[in-house]
């Protein structure tokens, strides 16, 4: 059996552990610390200086404290993207409310802004403002944010960007994760960086983030006794975890970019297959961390399922893109405003392997398993001149 191709695996700098043992050291272990102020600052740094961050344990807890802090509140409707990860949409029935999802466009596979356009005005003829709009940048594709957030503004709807997949990501040269209301990131083991395990809440509004600060800490009131007047949480990032962040920042570019070259040297490998297109990015406008390369199979000589069992049988770790939330049975029955985008992207969507610390040697593996499939039978060495990787 050949050693296993990951889809995503975690990639450490050299500075993770002289952070973590730092922690040790000072004996900093504890769900705060310097690390998680220093991660803090290191991840507003990044986006720009104009915004601030609040670290917490997890992209999940930041979408739900995301949504308290808006005030969604049981009986209240919150717009979704459909074609996501569960945990955009899970937090809002934490909160007792309802999703609308919506689809997707051709473009950039995230929410689509007619179809966003349909719903608010649909749930308000019914008698409902939506609350929030959750918009995801899938794979590190920036969602069209300008118009969105356009539609965001004329219907009065804060919105949340889910920017989990998208950290380095940029839309018209603007970080993503700065244009909505409030945004998360996650640090899960298979981001494009890593805590182990972890996430941000990050918003230009001060008041948004310390609040974030204040509900993930078990809502604790000025007071020498424990007085609560809110629910609280206990979703802050731990000092160990923030240390492997602070390593990570150090080489987030150096990441995107590794990224970026797996991105480009697959799109060269299946330039002459016509039915294996990449999800590229619409125009300069758009700049993807290219989180994962997603390819869309077209025509019926193969499926995606094919690609997906071949690349099985060789110990590489593919997967379908997201199962859209309105197909998914726990979300049964929910108002969904769209067509079939979503669902076709599924049924026909594939994410490689993508990693940062792929070798050439597990690219070049990953295709040629990929041209065995497709039966052109196209050795390395024909290619070796698409296949060059400077
Ligand atoms: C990973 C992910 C999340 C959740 O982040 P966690 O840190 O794993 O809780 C949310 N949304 C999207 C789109 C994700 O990919």
């Known amino acids: 059996m050949n050693p296993k191709i990951w889809l995503s695996s975690p990639h450490m700098g050299e500075k993770e552990q002289a952070y973590v043992q730092e922690a040790f050291d000072t004996n900093w272990i504890a769900p705060l610390g310097p690390h998680v102020n220093g991660f803090e600052q290191d991840l507003k740094h990044f986006l720009g200086g104009d915004v601030e961050v609040a670290a917490l344990s997890s992209g999940t807890a930041a979408l739900h404290l995301a949504l308290v802090i808006l005030g969604v509140q049981a009986g209240d409707e919150v717009i979704c993207q459909s074609m996501t990860f569960a945990a955009s949409a899970n937090p ?104 182990s395990g972890g996430g ?33 949480y206990n979703y802050r990032m731990s000092n160990i975890c923030a240390g492997i ?16 070259d797996n991105f480009s040297f697959y799109q060269r490998a299946f330039g002459d297959i016509s039915e294996i297109q990449c999800g590229v990015e619409p125009s300069p ?36 893109l997201w199962k859209p939330m309105h197909l998914q049975p726990v979300y049964e029955g929910a108002p969904y405003y769209g067509y079939d985008t979503a669902e076709r992207l599924f049924k026909n969507g594939l994410c490689l392997p993508s990693g940062s610390n792929l070798t050439h040697e597990d690219l070049n593996r990953v295709v040629s398993r990929i041209y065995e499939t497709v039966a052109m039978r196209q050795t390395f060495e024909d290619h070796t001149s698409k296949l060059i990787f400077e």
């Open 92 to 195: 809002i029935v934490y909160q007792g409310a309802t999703p609308i999802f919506v689809d997707s466009e051709e473009l950039t596979w995230n929410m689509c802004p007619q179809f966003l356009e349909l719903a608010i005005c649909d749930r308000i003829r019914l008698g409902k403002k939506p609350k929030a709009i959750i918009v995801v940048h899938l794979y590190g594709m920036p969602a069209q944010m300008v118009e969105i957030m356009r539609i965001a503004r004329h219907y009065d709807i804060p919105v949340i960007e889910d920017a989990a997949e998208a950290l380095g990501s940029t839309y018209q040269g603007k970080q993503v994760g700065t244009f909505g209301d409030i945004s998360i990131f996650s640090f899960n083991g298979n981001k494009i960086i890593t805590t």
């Open 200 to 232: 941000a809440l990050v918003s230009a509004n001060a008041t948004y983030v310390n609040k974030a600060r204040f509900l993930a800490t078990q809502a604790l009131d000025p007071a020498p006794h424990y007085q609560h007047s809110h629910i609280g």
């Open 285 to 320: 406008d758009y700049h993807s961390n290219h989180w994962l390369t997603v390819v869309l199979i077209a025509g019926d000589r193969f499926t995606r399922e094919d690609l997906r069992l071949a690349l099985t049988a060789d110990n590489i770790d593919s997967r379908p």
């Open 245 to 260: 962040g602070r390593g990570q920042m150090e080489i987030l570019p150096a990441r995107v970019q590794s990224r970026r």
